[in-house]
T-cell receptor, first 114, second 114 residues
Framework: DTGVSQDPRHKITKRGQNVTFRCDPI?????LYWYRQTLGQGPEFLTY????????KSRLLSDRFSAERPKGSFSTLEIQRTEQGDSAMYLC????????????FGPGTRLTVT | AQKITQTQPGMFVQEKEAVTLDCTYD???????LFWYKQPSSGEMIFLIY??????QNATEGRYSLNFQKARKSANLVISASQLGDSAMYFC???????????FGTGTRLQVFP
Protein backbone atom coordinates (compact mmCIF):
# COMPACT_ATOMS: atom_id res chain seq x y z
CA ASP A 1 0.00 0.00 0.00
CA THR A 2 1.52 3.28 -1.08
CA GLY A 3 0.86 6.56 0.62
CA VAL A 4 -0.41 9.81 -0.84
CA SER A 5 1.71 11.00 -3.74
CA GLN A 6 1.97 14.45 -5.27
CA ASP A 7 3.47 15.69 -8.48
CA PRO A 8 5.52 17.75 -9.05
CA ARG A 9 7.42 18.12 -5.79
CA HIS A 10 8.70 21.55 -6.79
CA LYS A 11 7.45 24.09 -9.29
CA ILE A 12 8.96 27.42 -10.19
CA THR A 13 6.86 29.63 -12.42
CA LYS A 14 6.69 33.20 -13.54
CA ARG A 15 3.91 35.47 -12.38
CA GLY A 16 0.90 35.25 -14.63
CA GLN A 17 1.47 31.66 -15.72
CA ASN A 18 -0.91 28.80 -14.98
CA VAL A 19 0.18 25.77 -12.95
CA THR A 20 -1.44 22.42 -12.23
CA PHE A 21 -0.65 20.01 -9.43
CA ARG A 22 -1.68 16.40 -9.13
CA CYS A 23 -2.49 14.32 -6.07
CA ASP A 24 -2.99 10.56 -5.91
CA PRO A 25 -4.64 9.51 -2.63
CA ILE A 26 -4.34 6.23 -0.78
CA UNK A 27 -6.30 3.84 -2.96
CA UNK A 28 -9.10 2.91 -0.56
CA UNK A 29 -9.67 6.48 0.67
CA UNK A 30 -12.69 8.29 -0.71
CA UNK A 31 -11.97 11.68 0.84
CA LEU A 32 -9.32 13.99 -0.53
CA TYR A 33 -8.22 17.37 0.80
CA TRP A 34 -6.07 20.25 -0.36
CA TYR A 35 -4.25 22.54 2.05
CA ARG A 36 -1.82 25.41 1.63
CA GLN A 37 1.06 26.06 3.99
CA THR A 38 3.13 29.22 4.05
CA LEU A 39 6.42 29.63 5.89
CA GLY A 40 6.05 29.54 9.66
CA GLN A 41 2.37 28.66 9.58
CA GLY A 42 0.27 25.56 9.90
CA PRO A 43 -1.57 24.21 6.87
CA GLU A 44 -4.75 26.05 5.86
CA PHE A 45 -7.70 24.21 4.38
CA LEU A 46 -8.53 24.94 0.75
CA THR A 47 -11.07 22.36 -0.38
CA TYR A 48 -12.17 18.77 -0.04
CA UNK A 49 -13.81 16.02 -2.07
CA UNK A 50 -15.80 12.99 -1.17
CA UNK A 51 -15.46 10.70 -4.16
CA UNK A 52 -15.85 13.04 -7.15
CA UNK A 53 -18.00 15.63 -5.36
CA UNK A 54 -16.37 18.81 -4.14
CA UNK A 55 -18.13 19.37 -0.83
CA UNK A 56 -16.47 22.41 0.67
CA LYS A 57 -14.29 25.28 -0.51
CA SER A 58 -12.49 27.78 1.66
CA ARG A 59 -12.77 31.49 0.99
CA LEU A 60 -9.01 31.24 0.47
CA LEU A 61 -9.80 29.52 -2.81
CA SER A 62 -10.18 32.52 -5.10
CA ASP A 63 -11.61 32.37 -8.61
CA ARG A 64 -8.10 31.71 -9.92
CA PHE A 65 -8.04 28.36 -8.14
CA SER A 66 -9.92 25.31 -9.34
CA ALA A 67 -9.81 21.72 -8.15
CA GLU A 68 -11.19 18.60 -9.71
CA ARG A 69 -11.40 14.95 -8.86
CA PRO A 70 -12.72 13.14 -11.92
CA LYS A 71 -13.89 9.59 -11.27
CA GLY A 72 -13.17 9.99 -7.58
CA SER A 73 -9.55 8.93 -7.86
CA PHE A 74 -6.70 11.42 -8.35
CA SER A 75 -7.23 15.16 -8.00
CA THR A 76 -5.78 18.21 -9.69
CA LEU A 77 -5.40 21.72 -8.35
CA GLU A 78 -4.96 24.45 -10.94
CA ILE A 79 -3.91 28.02 -10.26
CA GLN A 80 -4.46 30.47 -13.08
CA ARG A 81 -2.57 33.74 -13.51
CA THR A 82 -0.26 32.99 -10.60
CA GLU A 83 0.74 35.77 -8.22
CA GLN A 84 3.74 36.00 -5.91
CA GLY A 85 1.40 35.55 -2.96
CA ASP A 86 0.58 32.07 -4.26
CA SER A 87 4.09 30.90 -3.34
CA ALA A 88 3.58 28.20 -0.73
CA MET A 89 3.59 24.48 -0.08
CA TYR A 90 0.45 22.81 -1.42
CA LEU A 91 -0.42 19.71 0.56
CA CYS A 92 -2.82 16.96 -0.36
CA UNK A 93 -4.30 14.53 2.15
CA UNK A 94 -6.74 11.65 2.05
CA UNK A 95 -8.87 9.82 4.58
CA UNK A 96 -11.38 7.02 4.81
CA UNK A 97 -14.89 7.23 6.20
CA UNK A 98 -16.45 6.17 9.45
CA UNK A 99 -15.21 6.61 12.98
CA UNK A 100 -11.85 8.33 13.35
CA UNK A 101 -10.92 10.25 10.27
CA UNK A 102 -7.26 11.04 10.49
CA UNK A 103 -5.90 12.48 7.29
CA UNK A 104 -2.74 11.17 5.68
CA PHE A 105 -0.67 13.73 3.86
CA GLY A 106 1.47 13.60 0.77
CA PRO A 107 4.93 15.16 0.50
CA GLY A 108 3.55 18.40 -0.89
CA THR A 109 4.28 20.55 -3.93
CA ARG A 110 6.37 23.63 -3.25
CA LEU A 111 5.38 26.46 -5.56
CA THR A 112 7.62 29.45 -6.12
CA VAL A 113 6.24 32.31 -8.20
CA THR A 114 8.92 34.70 -9.46
CA ALA B 1 -15.33 29.54 15.02
CA GLN B 2 -12.77 26.89 15.75
CA LYS B 3 -9.28 27.81 16.84
CA ILE B 4 -6.11 25.99 17.84
CA THR B 5 -3.45 27.72 19.92
CA GLN B 6 0.11 26.51 20.34
CA THR B 7 1.97 28.95 22.58
CA GLN B 8 5.43 27.37 22.42
CA PRO B 9 7.28 28.43 19.26
CA GLY B 10 10.23 26.24 20.21
CA MET B 11 11.16 23.60 22.75
CA PHE B 12 14.42 21.88 23.64
CA VAL B 13 14.71 18.46 25.26
CA GLN B 14 17.59 16.18 26.00
CA GLU B 15 17.66 12.76 24.43
CA LYS B 16 15.81 10.10 26.48
CA GLU B 17 13.87 12.70 28.43
CA ALA B 18 10.11 13.31 28.16
CA VAL B 19 8.67 16.53 26.74
CA THR B 20 5.18 18.06 26.68
CA LEU B 21 3.98 20.19 23.78
CA ASP B 22 1.02 22.40 24.63
CA CYS B 23 -2.18 22.79 22.64
CA THR B 24 -5.42 24.54 23.56
CA TYR B 25 -8.49 24.68 21.39
CA ASP B 26 -11.77 26.50 21.10
CA UNK B 27 -14.93 25.18 19.53
CA UNK B 28 -18.66 25.24 20.05
CA UNK B 29 -19.14 21.86 18.40
CA UNK B 30 -20.05 19.09 20.84
CA UNK B 31 -18.30 16.44 18.78
CA UNK B 32 -14.77 16.92 17.50
CA UNK B 33 -11.42 15.24 17.08
CA LEU B 34 -7.96 16.39 18.05
CA PHE B 35 -4.85 15.40 16.12
CA TRP B 36 -1.12 15.79 16.34
CA TYR B 37 1.13 15.79 13.30
CA LYS B 38 4.90 15.83 12.96
CA GLN B 39 6.55 17.73 10.11
CA PRO B 40 10.25 17.00 9.61
CA SER B 41 12.41 19.28 7.50
CA SER B 42 11.45 17.19 4.46
CA GLY B 43 7.99 18.77 4.67
CA GLU B 44 5.67 15.77 4.88
CA MET B 45 3.01 15.86 7.58
CA ILE B 46 3.10 12.63 9.58
CA PHE B 47 0.04 11.63 11.61
CA LEU B 48 0.93 10.80 15.21
CA ILE B 49 -2.14 10.49 17.40
CA TYR B 50 -5.89 11.12 17.57
CA UNK B 51 -8.28 11.89 20.44
CA UNK B 52 -12.05 11.99 20.06
CA UNK B 53 -14.02 14.42 22.20
CA UNK B 54 -16.10 11.61 23.67
CA UNK B 55 -13.19 9.26 24.33
CA UNK B 56 -13.00 8.48 28.01
CA GLN B 57 -9.33 7.60 28.05
CA ASN B 58 -6.33 9.55 26.86
CA ALA B 59 -4.96 8.29 23.57
CA THR B 60 -1.57 6.60 23.39
CA GLU B 61 0.49 5.50 20.39
CA GLY B 62 3.87 4.07 21.31
CA ARG B 63 5.99 6.88 22.78
CA TYR B 64 3.23 9.44 22.11
CA SER B 65 0.39 10.15 24.47
CA LEU B 66 -2.23 12.84 24.44
CA ASN B 67 -3.11 14.54 27.72
CA PHE B 68 -6.73 15.46 27.03
CA GLN B 69 -8.39 17.83 29.51
CA LYS B 70 -11.80 18.61 28.08
CA ALA B 71 -12.87 21.14 30.70
CA ARG B 72 -9.68 23.12 30.09
CA LYS B 73 -9.92 22.60 26.33
CA SER B 74 -6.37 21.36 26.17
CA ALA B 75 -4.82 18.48 24.26
CA ASN B 76 -1.13 18.37 25.08
CA LEU B 77 1.21 15.92 23.37
CA VAL B 78 3.65 14.03 25.56
CA ILE B 79 6.65 12.40 23.93
CA SER B 80 8.46 9.98 26.19
CA ALA B 81 12.07 8.89 25.82
CA SER B 82 12.89 11.53 23.20
CA GLN B 83 15.08 10.55 20.28
CA LEU B 84 17.22 12.68 17.99
CA GLY B 85 14.84 11.81 15.17
CA ASP B 86 12.00 13.51 17.03
CA SER B 87 13.45 16.89 16.10
CA ALA B 88 10.78 18.47 13.89
CA MET B 89 7.81 20.82 13.82
CA TYR B 90 4.75 19.53 15.65
CA PHE B 91 1.26 20.70 14.79
CA CYS B 92 -1.92 20.31 16.78
CA UNK B 93 -5.12 20.20 14.73
CA UNK B 94 -8.85 19.89 15.25
CA UNK B 95 -11.65 18.56 13.11
CA UNK B 96 -15.33 18.90 13.94
CA UNK B 97 -17.96 16.28 13.33
CA UNK B 98 -19.87 18.30 10.77
CA UNK B 99 -16.89 19.26 8.65
CA UNK B 100 -13.91 17.29 7.54
CA UNK B 101 -11.44 20.13 7.33
CA UNK B 102 -8.67 20.30 9.89
CA UNK B 103 -7.79 23.54 11.64
CA PHE B 104 -4.10 23.68 12.53
CA GLY B 105 -2.14 25.63 15.08
CA THR B 106 1.05 27.49 14.27
CA GLY B 107 3.24 24.64 15.44
CA THR B 108 6.05 24.05 17.92
CA ARG B 109 9.60 23.36 16.79
CA LEU B 110 11.11 20.62 18.95
CA GLN B 111 14.84 20.16 19.07
CA VAL B 112 16.30 17.09 20.76
CA PHE B 113 19.93 17.33 21.80
CA PRO B 114 22.31 14.54 22.85
Amino acid sequence: DTGVSQDPRHKITKRGQNVTFRCDPISEHNRLYWYRQTLGQGPEFLTYFQNEAQLEKSRLLSDRFSAERPKGSFSTLEIQRTEQGDSAMYLCASSGTGGRYEQYFGPGTRLTVT
Amino acid sequence: AQKITQTQPGMFVQEKEAVTLDCTYDTSDPSYGLFWYKQPSSGEMIFLIYQGSYDQQNATEGRYSLNFQKARKSANLVISASQLGDSAMYFCAMGAYNTDKLIFGTGTRLQVFP
